[in-house]
C-alpha cells in the first residue's frame, strides 16, 4: 500500500501552460505539504495545510495555487508554467503532533521546455 | 542565506567503519532538528531526530548530536552498512504548521 501517492510521476509540458499534481495520502494524517526541490537539490517548503486550511505560504509566486478537497488530498495547481517552474516537486503528509515525522510521496519530476 | 548548512556534498566510508554527516545552522529558534536519508527517485524517508533541549539521541546504529553552542549537528552512523549509500539531509523543524528547513544534502557512499 501507497503511502503517499503523487501523480503524474513526470510532467513535460510547455511554457504558459496550465497544469496540475495531485497527492493522496491513507495515513490518516491532518497536514500535508508541498516541497520543491531545484536543480541544485535544494529542498524547499512551498505550502503546508491542515485540516484543509492553509497554514504556510511561503513566498511562492500567485500561479501556484494548492488546494485540498479533503483531509487525504493536496493538489498542486501551476498557471503560465515558466522554464524555473522546472524542478521535482514532493508532496509530504504528518500528524499535527509529530509533524518532525513527514511522509514523502515519490515526487514528481516537471520539465517546462 | 541558507539557514542549515551541509558543507560536505559527499563522503566515502568503507564498510563496517563509522560515517559522520555534519550540518551547522544559524537560526537557534527551532523545536527539533531532524535527518532524513533520500534513495534516488523516492521521497526523503524520516530516520531521526533530536529535540532542541537535548544533546544526543540514539536508534540503533544511528545517533544524532546537538551542539548548540557550536550550531552543530552530527549524524553518526556505526557500522556503515552498504545500504546506508543515499544522500542525507539535516533539517530544521519549526513547529508552527510544521515547517522544515532543510540542508542541501550530503551523498553518502558506502563501499563493501
Known amino acids: 500500500d501507497t503511502a503517499v501517492s503523487q501523480t503524474p510521476k513526470y510532467l513535460v509540458t510547455q511554457m504558459g501552460n496550465d497544469k496540475s499534481i495531485k497527492c493522496e495520502q491513507n495515513l490518516g494524517h491532518d497536514t500535508m505539504y508541498w516541497y520543491k526541490q531545484d536543480s541544485k537539490k535544494f529542498l524547499k517548503i512551498m505550502f503546508s495545510?491542515?485540516?484543509?486550511?492553509?497554514?504556510i505560504n511561503e513566498t511562492v509566486p500567485n500561479r501556484f495555487s494548492p488546494k485540498s478537497p479533503d483531509k487525504a488530498h493536496l493538489n498542486l495547481h501551476i498557471n503560465s508554467l515558466e522554464l524555473g517552474d522546472s524542478a521535482v516537486y514532493f508532496c509530504?503528509?504528518?500528524?499535527?503532533?509529530?509533524?518532525?515525522?513527514?511522509?514523502f510521496g515519490p515526487g514528481t519530476r516537471l520539465t517546462v521546455t | 542565506d541558507q539557514q542549515v548548512k551541509q558543507n560536505s556534498p559527499s563522503l566515502s566510508v568503507q564498510e563496517g567503519r563509522i560515517s559522520i554527516l555534519n550540518c551547522d545552522y544559524t537560526?537557534?529558534?527551532?523545536?527539533?532538528f531532524l535527518w532524513y536519508k533520500k534513495y534516488p527517485a523516492e521521497g526523503p524517508t524520516f530516520l531521526i531526530s533530536?529535540?532542541?533541549?537535548?544533546d544526543k539521541n540514539e536508534d540503533g546504529r544511528f545517533t544524532v548530536f546537538l551542539n548548540k553552542s557550536a550550531k552543530h549537528l552530527s549524524l553518526h552512523i556505526v557500522p556503515s552498512q552498504p545500504g546506508d549509500s543515499a544522500v542525507y539531509f539535516c533539517?530544521?523543524?519549526?513547529?508552527?504548521?510544521?515547517?522544515?528547513?532543510f540542508g542541501q544534502g550530503t551523498e553518502l557512499s558506502v563501499k563493501p
Open positions: 495545510y491542515n485540516n484543509k486550511e492553509l497554514i
Open positions: 537560526n537557534s529558534m527551532f523545536d527539533y
Open positions: 509530504a503528509s504528518s500528524h499535527e503532533d509529530s509533524s518532525y515525522e513527514q511522509y
Open positions: 533539517a530544521q523543524l519549526y513547529n508552527q504548521g510544521g515547517k522544515l528547513i
Open positions: 533530536i529535540s532542541s533541549i537535548k
